[in-house]
């Protein structure tokens, strides 16, 4: 016998459970009458969307989810739907896998796993599950697991333990640089343990800060891929498994279509796009607005606002000042060019002069400093917002993860907007998606590449004249945000000198305040600005310790 298994890699709307719950009826329908599969599968906590926050714990929850299920029980038929939500069971609320089939809802697993690290919160809203879920769909035992109960042995061998031959695993498990191989390892091991054959779902799309890539796959009982689903990719994937009785392992899945692995620098870029174009779209945003400085960030910033919503939705505005430089003002125009983008040249040399003008009874016996430097800044931010709130445009922010760290940053000034794609990116890894970008279609002058960054807001002014190399930033900053390191435990790599990493370390924990104060943007990293990372603003922490 064959049971086809349809993996549903959907996007959600977080909140929106009648139109989660249509899209799930229309996912179903469309696997039993195009895909001719037996069972579809959905992500974790598909009919909330995902992470649904404190959303769960709204009084009226209880009843949109059981509105939910009823639907559901009363519009799918002729085929297996597994599917995610959460439900309240006895006064708990669980995280739960269902499996409706023929109007009935034969079995209901809750999540034994709850994760509470780095962007989890679990424990704020559920309860443990304690029994393993077990449904027998033509004759073959699948057991149910969700998400966080993969990486633990546990609740696989639970399952294992109940009669288990075939495990469905439903995820919402987000995006980071080194997560699509750690699932695969982790899915490897977890096979060879039980020996049993998994099928892992993941959800697709972005919420906030938060990106999920898909990439759903499937493991033999040796733990080899067998089929792997497109990354960044919405769609149903079906994979067959051959069950015979007469061999020790029942259920063997056949070989099918496994996708191509991405760079990092592709999976990163695509993350960016995918992260922006749900914000701008589930928000119902017009367009986006960005100030184009000529510079590597704001370039890289307008390729991904177009790659995401399309050149007819983008503006681009270069707001040149006294120290602009004439290369800048032709690199932005080439930019917004190639890109074919709405862009508007602002001079701010008169709203700058107002501005100092109001303020000379205030700054009189004060010399300039980086004051002066910050208003061309804010002024710039006040010009942006303006448009913004004009033309109903989002305002993309253009700063990287190594300015936000040491607060290379203007308040109310360059940090002005409502989502930053660069949020969690690294400067040096800016260099290299604006290089990989160039592949796809050359839209980022080389010079713009290749020449020493600057924020252009005093005479020959350059980023390194503030900071390290972005070399050396990076790599620090890497160790002590990402890895936890102390002061003592980077100087002790014998890498840099101890006068640098007091200063970096130094600069990172006195801008918390900034960080707190800046828009939400994609999540990169293991460890980004943002759910992860949840320092205190007023503190007596020593750098060293």
């Avoid at 599917?83 to 409706?100: H, T």
């Avoid at 002790?492 to 990172?508: C, I, P, S």
């Amino acid at each position: 016998m064959t049971l086809r298994i349809a993996m549903a890699q959907l996007d959600m709307l977080v909140g929106d459970i009648t139109k989660n719950t249509q899209s799930v009826i229309d996912a179903a329908c469309k696997a039993r009458d195009e895909e001719h599969a037996d069972v579809v599968v959905f992500p974790e906590l598909t009919l909330t969307g995902y992470p649904p926050e404190d959303l769960l714990l709204r009084p009226s929850l209880d009843q949109r989810i059981e509105s939910a299920l009823a639907t559901l029980l009363a519009e799918i038929r002729d085929i297996y739907v597994v599917v995610g939500y959460p439900r309240r069971i006895d006064g708990e609320l669980f995280n739960c896998a269902g499996v409706i089939y023929q109007g009935d809802l034969l079995v209901e697993y809750a999540k034994q796993k709850l994760p509470n690290f780095l962007v989890f919160d679990d424990k704020r809203y559920f309860s443990e599950g304690r029994e393993a879920g077990l449904v027998d769909i033509k004759g073959v035992k699948v057991g149910l697991s969700i998400c966080e109960d993969i990486w633990h042995p546990e609740p696989i061998a639970q399952a294992k333990a109940a009669g288990a031959e075939l495990i469905l695993n439903l995820n919402a498990s987000p995006y980071h640089i080194e997560k699509m191989g750690e699932r695969e390892a982790l899915l490897h091991q977890r096979a060879t343990e039980v020996t049993l054959p998994i099928v892992y779902v993941n959800y697709m799309g972005a919420q906030d800060e938060l990106v999920y890539e898909g990439g759903s796959f499937v493991v033999n009982a040796k733990g080899e891929k067998i089929m792997q689903a497109p990354w960044f990719e919405a769609g149903l994937y079906s994979i067959d498994m051959i069950v015979d009785e007469s061999q020790s392992n029942k259920v063997e899945p056949v070989a099918g279509v496994i996708a191509p692995a991405l760079g990092v620098e592709a999976s990163v870029y695509q993350a960016m796009v995918l992260g922006l174009r749900d914000y701008i779209t589930k928000n119902r945003f017009k367009g986006i607005v960005l100030g184009l400085s000529g510079g590597i960030d704001s370039a890289l910033s307008l390729a991904v606002a177009v790659d995401a919503i399309g050149a007819e939705r983008v503006q681009a505005v270069m707001m040149p000042y006294t120290y602009t430089s004439s290369i800048s003002l032709h690199d932005a125009e080439e930019e917004a060019n190639l890109l074919g983008v709405k862009y508007s040249v602002l001079p701010i040399e008169t709203m700058v002069s107002a501005f100092t003008e109001v303020l000379a009874p205030e700054f009189e016996g004060y010399g300039k400093d980086t004051t002066e430097e910050n208003l061309q800044a804010r002024t710039r931010g006040v010009t942006l917002m303006a448009i913004s709130n004009k033309k109903g445009y989002m305002v993309l922010t253009t700063g990287n993860k190594s300015e936000m760290a040491v607060g290379y940053a203007t308040l109310y000034g360059d940090m002005v907007g409502g989502y930053s794609v660069l949020k969690d990116v690294f400067k040096t890894l800016v260099f290299k998606l604006c290089r990989y970008r160039n592949t796809l279609g050359y839209v980022i002058p080389e010079r713009v590449i290749t020449r020493p960054p600057s924020a252009e807001l005093a005479p020959d002014q350059k980023d390194e004249d503030s900071l390290p190399s972005y070399d050396i930033l990076d790599e620090i900053l890497r160790m002590y945000i990402e890895e936890d390191q102390s002061a003592e435990a980077i100087l002790a790599t014998q890498k840099f000198d101890r006068e640098t990493v007091y200063r970096v370390l130094r600069l990172v924990d006195v801008n918390e305040y900034k960080r707190r104060q800046s828009p939400t943007g994609v999540r990169i990293t293991a460890r980004g600005f943002g759910r992860d990372r949840r320092y205190p603003i007023t503190n007596g922490w020593h750098i060293g310790e």
